[in-house]
């Protein structure tokens, strides 16, 4: 092939490349328009139903005052294998505390994010057992993304702290204890206030297990996590070692702020939390949490192209202005 044969070539090669990157500058910015308004809840609260009984429970929101000491907040998307198993060590741990602490009181929150297998079977199981006061279940109907699983049961919960968790038991449930002592030192420093008013974030992390994992994942694997790292250091700014761990509480002050405002529903929604602590000026606390790798993970390859994507619209949604941090009713 002649020299000009050549640059004909990367003549070619180029302009595809302007016109590929000129077409995702063009569907990022017409994304984050259309999703300029997905923080507006507009849909009907959910309906939660006793088994037992059948008859419908009022349904509560963020803005209520809080009626447990805690919420648990389970996303379940066809889940039926391994719910069972985490329910169980929750319920068990829950039931112990409550019997050793007459002032400990508590809920499950278990979203089904339009589940396919028997994962609504299962859940509503459990609210048989335990009664719907304790264990309750929202029906998402289609299956919308882990962020907005959780988004659903953080702004329909009564607790003044607030724990989202996998429903694979990753990390043991006890390790609530961590986060919690965390949150309620940084709260002393405001005694007349109570801990549910004051906006605190506690992030488990499993940043002290990175070498391991490093040493074990296959190559490739490492790679997209550390260049995943990186984009996240550009989407939302430094300080946070481990945004991904799924194991966070939050006092419902800070629910509210964040709850009200995230558009992402699914795996990066994790990131738009640390974006808005920050813009809140809400602290975040990362704790190391255990974790145990459980057979079964949701995340593939495709979800890590799913998250630099909404990443960048996170990024364009908020610096250029087009998505509102809109600021809750006691800001």
């Known amino acids: 092939m002649g020299i000009l044969g050549w640059s004909t070539m990367l003549e070619l090669t180029v302009t595809v490349a302007v016109i590929c990157g000129l077409g995702l500058i063009v569907a990022i910015v017409i994304e984050t328009f259309r999703r300029r308004l997905n923080h507006n809840h507009l849909e009907a609260h959910p309906i939660f139903e006793d088994p037992n009984s059948l008859k419908q429970v009022e349904c509560p929101y963020i803005y209520d005052p809080a009626e447990k000491y805690i919420s648990l907040i389970i996303p379940a998307y066809n889940e ?3 719910l069972p198993a985490a329910l169980d060590e929750t319920m068990n741990y829950l039931q112990e505390r409550a019997g050793k602490d007459n002032s400990f009181s508590y809920e499950v929150i278990v979203v089904d994010d339009g589940s396919s297998d028997g994962t609504k ?3 509503f199981d459990f609210v048989r057992k335990y009664k719907v006061d304790n264990v309750r279940v929202v029906l998402l109907g289609k299956n919308q993304g882990k962020g907005e699983a959780i988004r ?3 702004l329909h919960s009564r607790g003044k702290l607030l724990l989202m968790l996998d429903a694979d038991g990753a990390t043991k449930v006890d390790d609530m204890e961590k986060l919690e002592k965390q949150i309620l030192a940084v709260a ?3 005694p007349d206030e109570d801990v549910a008013d004051i906006p605190i974030v506690a992030f488990g992390s499993r940043a002290h297990l990175e070498k391991k994992a490093l040493a074990t994942r296959k190559w490739y694997r490492n790679f997209l996590m550390k260049g995943f790292h990186v984009v996240v250091l550009l989407a939302a700014g430094p300080g946070v070692r481990d945004t991904q761990c799924g194991f966070k509480m939050f006092t419902r002050a ?3 702020k964040l709850f009200t405002n995230i558009r992402l529903k699914r795996w990066c929604f994790d ?3 640390v974006y808005l602590s920050k813009y809140f000026g809400i602290p975040i606390i990362e704790i190391s949490v255990t974790w145990s790798e459980i057979p079964g993970s949701k995340v593939s390859p495709l979800s890590i192209v799913n998250m630099v994507w909404e990443m960048g619209l996170m990024s364009v949604g908020y610096r ?7 600021k809750t009713r006691e800001s």
Do not use: F, N, T
């Not at 250029?320 to 809109?326: N, Q, R, S, T, V």
């Open 121 to 123: 079977r299962v859940a």
């Open 188 to 190: 002393k420093m405001k």
């Open 80 to 82: 039926e294998l391994r």
């Open 271 to 273: 990131v738009e939390l």
């Open 320 to 326: 250029a202005g087009i998505w509102k941090i809109h």
């Open 254 to 256: 800070a629910a509210r």
């Open 152 to 154: 659903k049961g953080m």
